[in-house]
């Protein structure tokens, strides 16, 4: 593949949190099928922690908004032909950005209803984390219900024990404190029926990392790398001459 497409480049709208920001940049690196570096997505990151708190923001805190839509409007100015934005609850304003955008704004949700069809999960339990503001305001609720899922939802003190805990240890570079947590989360879940647990936070996936994975009876579906197969296929199918995509 020949990715040298001029003003076709991969907006990535990060900071949220910064460590989830660079790690999204990171794996659509190392899943993007590529021999050389000239075969790799042209991205341009931008990983701006300054947005304020979204899961704050839905109990009063600062409007976030105004914050994502700038940062939208830089990559667009920029020559972002198509935008991922890897922060979960950033997506309760999905439908601003969207509209805000003159590229495309992919979603994380539905990049995750992808990946499990992906793996051959197409109905059945599926286990929910993530931050509180996500879980509360039924953004992946929402979603798969629409595709034919069950949801599986901590309560509020197991978000707080399990989610929050986690989320904030990799906030803090705590990563070997986010582990059990997330891990107990994990647990908890498929013991109640859950087929698959989403890590429908962008912290998630860092608490949990791969090489720990196979010690669950139980898939993971991690929103990183999720929506970074989004947009390698996407990308593909609409930044690529015919000829250097096929």
């Known amino acids: 593949m020949n ?6 480049y991969l907006g990535i709208l990060g ?9 999204f940049a990171l794996r659509l690196s190392a899943l993007t099928p590529a021999d050389r570096d000239q075969d790799h997505i042209p991205a341009l990151l931008l990983n701006d922690p300054r947005v304020p708190d979204r899961t704050a923001a839905t109990r009063g ?52 209803v992808e990946d499990l069809r992906r793996r051959g999960i197409h109905s059945g339990r599926i286990g929910l984390m993530g931050t509180e503001a996500t879980l509360r305001l039924g953004l992946y609720q929402r979603h798969l219900a629409q595709h034919g899922y069950e949801c599986v939802v901590p309560t509020e003190d197991e978000i707080a024990a399990y989610c929050t805990a986690s989320i904030l240890a ?3 570079n705590r990563l070997a404190e986010a582990y059990e947590p ?24 860092l608490a949990i990392p791969h090489d720990r994975r196979p010690e669950f009876d139980v898939v993971l579906t991690d929103s990183i790398d999720a929506l970074a197969l989004a947009v390698i296929q996407r990308y593909q199918a609409d930044c690529l001459p015919a000829s250097a995509a096929a």
């Not at 900071?15 to 790690?23: L, N, R, Y």
């Open 61 to 112: 805190g600062e409007d976030p908004l105004p914050y994502l839509l700038h940062g939208v409007e830089f990559l667009n100015t920029s020559g972002a032909r198509l935008i991922a934005v890897p922060c979960n609850t950033a997506h309760l304003w999905y439908e601003a950005m969207a509209k805000a955008s003159r590229a495309p704004v992919l979603h994380i949700v539905e990049s995750v």
């Open 182 to 205: 997330a891990a107990a989360g994990v647990r908890l879940l498929a013991s109640r029926g859950a087929v698959a647990v989403v890590l429908g936070c962008t912290e998630l996936p």
């Open 3 to 8: 990715y040298r497409h001029p003003g076709c």
């Open 15 to 23: 900071g949220m949190g910064p460590m989830a920001g660079a790690a």
């Open 170 to 172: 990799v906030k803090a």
